[in-house]
């Protein structure tokens, strides 16, 4: 069964509290930005988003190593620390995807960032990466189109779908591939991100809160309600039944 990835894009604890106790999240995504905004220690952030939103949830952040082999420690120190539901958040560079395929081998949970190109989400996704994080409103700030990229990416990604059994020989684990859309500054992107095929969408807290408004529903739901009190006062249904 197939089911829609929400993940909320911050670290702010506040955000995260209001965001998780309305939506079914799926978990959260950082990045350095992120985290550094919040002026905290690094490992308390962490365990406090997985105190808010559960352990069974999943949480991304991201290495900061430069070469391959800072990243792979990083990342083995990353998993030792925060546990099963932790995946780390690899950029798509030469020594990016250089420990990529290194880690997947051992079966860690990476996700592929820093993506602006199909071929980069393609090779991520060779390399061993999980989900991968293409860039929608900076790629379309440059005269690109983020759409495109997933679109064209989720095509290519249907055609060499990998077995369970030739998954499970290659990176010691069963999962599918996902594009995780990333970087939205309206409803729409994220609208036409899901059209082209992803599944998966980290969404910031004012577009995530924006995903069900509609100023006719705020309109309906004033008219039914002015209408029951005029028939009923304050009686609810439980007053009623």
Request: net charge negative.
């Given at each position: ?21 309305i939506?079914?999240?799926t ?12 002026k905290?220690d ?59 395929k ?33 860039y929608?409103?900076?790629s379309d ?36 591939p996902?594009?995780?859309g ?25 577009v ?34």
């Amino acid at each position: 069964m197939n089911f829609m990835e929400y993940f909320l894009d911050t670290a702010n604890l506040d955000d995260i509290k209001k965001i998780n106790d309305i939506f079914p999240l799926t978990g959260v995504t950082t990045n350095p930005s992120i985290i550094a905004k919040e002026k905290r220690d690094f490992k308390e952030i962490i365990n406090d988003i997985y105190n808010i939103i559960g352990k069974d949830k999943i949480v991304h952040a991201q290495a900061v190593g430069y070469t391959a082999d800072i990243i792979i420690k990083e990342v083995n120190l990353l998993r030792d620390t925060f546990g099963e539901n932790f995946y780390t958040k690899i950029p798509v560079t030469a020594e990016g995807i250089k420990a990529m395929k290194i880690l997947a081998k051992d079966g860690h949970k990476i996700t592929a960032t820093g993506i602006l190109s199909s071929q980069q989400i393609i090779m991520a996704a060779e390399a061993g990466a999980e989900y991968m994080a293409p860039y929608i409103n900076r790629s379309d700030n440059i005269g690109e189109s983020g759409i495109e990229i997933v679109k064209d990416a989720f095509t290519i990604l249907e055609t060499v779908k990998k077995t369970d059994e030739e998954c499970l020989k290659r990176y010691k684990r069963i999962f599918e591939p996902k594009i995780l859309g990333a970087s939205f500054k309206n409803v729409r992107q994220v609208h036409e991100t899901m059209l082209a095929g992803s599944k998966s969408v980290t969404i910031a807290p004012d577009v995530f809160e924006r995903l069900i408004y509609h100023p006719y529903t705020d309109w309906s739901m004033d008219t039914f309600n002015s209408d029951w009190e005029k028939a009923y006062g304050n009686k609810t249904l439980l007053d009623l039944l």
